[in-house]
């Protein structure tokens, strides 16, 4: 008798043997938070757990590593009342630092470490952004800014060790292409700072990962093609009345790559941001909204891992280190079913097209603007402020569920097999086609996303999923408008800004109200799947425990 005679039996599926093929799961590798100081709060790091435990994330990135609130750089004592005196020398003080990253390292997750922003006493303009005044400059002195990279590294590796530092990300800024928010100085200020922060890591150890550049969305026009932002270049693309029929390309990618490879700097990855949504700003300096279409994501990052394959460097790693429906803390399309469907499909769709897609953001802990104005605010995070799970956290769970090989994929959704487990599971979605390609967008009232729910029609997913064991169990779960819709339950309360003890109670139950039901294998070894899912709808099928 052959290995082969004892195999287990190949599973088909609408009467097909099945292909495997492999799923990453992108979407766990990476996740997005607000600034490390946020993860020093009690309800962020409960939160943070939580989304571990249930989404699986594995790297987590946040702005402020170096701001002033963690207290890393201190050139004076810091009095109080009292004369702030000043020190002969700078001090390095990582013990809030020390909190955070212990506490991620802790959960089994690794920090993606965005190193920024500068810290008061050495940036060369301050409080550029944000409530909590983000200093986004180059530095007064690179020799100092490359002295405070140096010993924050060599800190982390006497803490935690060469090894595990080897397997973390460090990324080198955030978003410099948005001047004067993230970044003052131009576009070759900032390649000269990657040039400094590159060569103090590898002089540490040649096996750290570092990269860049960092920047934000990909554009259609010359806005970023000089050393600082054109308005008057992104004219037309604000006229357009087909944006989507423009060329869209990703911001910096090209220039800096062969900035790098010019010097012989390293890249071990390229790291930029994906968000369908921006603006263009328009003859008369009005800023007009640009909605691209649904499979925007995945042809972008199409064409990014093509110029990186062509590039120097064909080997770098492609992390989209920020991603979302929309770049905007306000946009109520994120508390919404809408955008879970949306999710969901995009990252089926893209798997393969990075190594990881970092979610922005896991929580509404989140005080860019500072706080939100009510528990449901158009925040970026998979839950609210409170911990409530919107629709995005149902989705993502659902995601994370699936196995790691592929079995069968089709517009609305996969079946998959776990390599460790040989566990079947799916997931599928209704994407009305009354969308046609036309993205979710974004909304700045909840009642204005409400149209979007008149959208069909409903989708018949109709499968039969053969070779499993007679009498295996599997869970079906499903988000809908009617199910897990919890920012409709809250609009449908009279959207209270500060809901009572009973409105909370009752809002977090339904957020975990998912429609729920059992499907068992009969003796044909047979699994019929016949569902009829909703506008929106998203669902899960797994084996149970």
Not at 187 to 193: A, G, N
Request: hydrophobic share 40%.
């Amino acid at each position: 008798m052959t290995s082969d005679d004892v195999s287990e039996p190949r599973l088909r599926i609408d009467g097909r043997l099945c292909e495997e093929s492999a799923l990453p799961h992108v979407w766990s590798r990476c996740v997005g938070a607000g600034r490390a100081n946020e993860a020093l709060r009690a309800d962020w790091q409960r939160q943070f757990a939580e989304a571990v435990d249930t989404l699986g994330f594995q790297y987590i990135r946040f702005h402020g590593v170096f701001h002033d609130d963690m207290f890393v750089y201190r050139e004076s004592y810091g009095g109080g009342f009292g004369e702030n005196a000043r020190l002969d020398s700078p001090v390095y003080t990582f013990s809030y630092v020390d909190k955070v990253f212990d506490f991620i390292l802790d959960r089994g997750v690794r920090p993606f470490v965005e190193l920024g922003f500068m810290p008061r006493e050495l940036a060369t303009v301050t409080e550029t952004l944000f409530w909590w005044r983000a200093h986004c400059s180059p530095p007064k002195d690179m020799a100092r800014w490359v002295e405070l990279v140096t010993r924050s590294v060599e800190h982390w590796i006497d803490r935690y060790g060469l090894a595990e530092v080897r397997e973390w990300r460090f990324e080198v800024w955030n978003e410099p292409n948005l001047v004067p928010h993230f970044w003052t100085g131009t576009k070759t200020e900032y390649f000269e700072l990657y040039e400094q922060t590159v060569r103090a890591i590898k002089a540490i150890d040649p096996a750290l990962k570092v990269g860049g550049p960092a920047t934000s969305v990909f554009v259609p026009d010359d806005r970023y093609k000089g050393e600082v932002e054109d308005r008057s270049a992104m004219r037309e693309t604000a006229a357009a009345a087909d944006v989507d029929a423009l060329d869209w390309r990703p911001v910096w990618i090209e220039d800096f790559i062969a900035w790098c490879s010019e010097r012989e700097l390293p890249i071990d990855f390229i790291s930029t941001h994906t968000y369908p949504t921006d603006y263009a700003f328009g003859a008369d300096g009005e800023a007009v909204p640009i909605t691209r279409y649904a499979d925007a994501t995945f042809d972008d990052l199409t064409l990014l891992r093509k110029l990186v394959r062509n590039s120097a460097y064909p080997d770098a790693e492609i992390h989209i280190t920020e991603w979302s429906t929309s770049p905007s803390s306000r946009d109520f399309i994120h508390d919404t079913v809408f955008a879970a469907t949306s999710i969901t499909r995009s990252y089926l769709k893209c798997a393969t097209l990075a190594d990881s897609i970092s979610y922005w953001t896991f929580t509404d802990v989140f005080e860019e603007g500072g706080a939100g104005i009510g528990p449901f605010h158009g925040g970026f995070g998979l839950v609210n402020e409170g911990g409530v799970h919107k629709p995005t956290f149902h989705a993502f769970s659902m995601l994370e569920r699936l196995g790691d090989r592929l079995l069968l994929e089709t517009s609305d959704g996969v079946v998959t097999r776990d390599s460790r487990t040989s566990a079947v599971s799916a997931l599928f979605f209704n994407y009305p086609d009354d969308m046609g390609m036309r993205a979710v967008g974004s909304e700045e009232t909840y009642p204005a996303t409400r149209a979007r729910a008149e959208m069909g029609p409903s989708r018949r997913i109709r499968h039969a999923i053969g070779g499993l064991q007679p009498g295996t169990a599997f869970l079906v779960e499903i988000l809908d408008w009617e199910h897990g819709n919890v920012a409709e339950a809250w609009y449908r309360l009279g959207s209270p800004l500060n809901p009572s003890r009973a409105e909370s109670e009752h809002l977090s139950r339904v957020a975990d109200s998912l429609l729920r039901f059992t499907l068992t294998v009969p003796g044909t070894g047979v699994l019929d799947l016949d569902v009829e899912l909703g506008p929106w709808a998203v669902m899960s099928v797994r084996q149970s425990a």
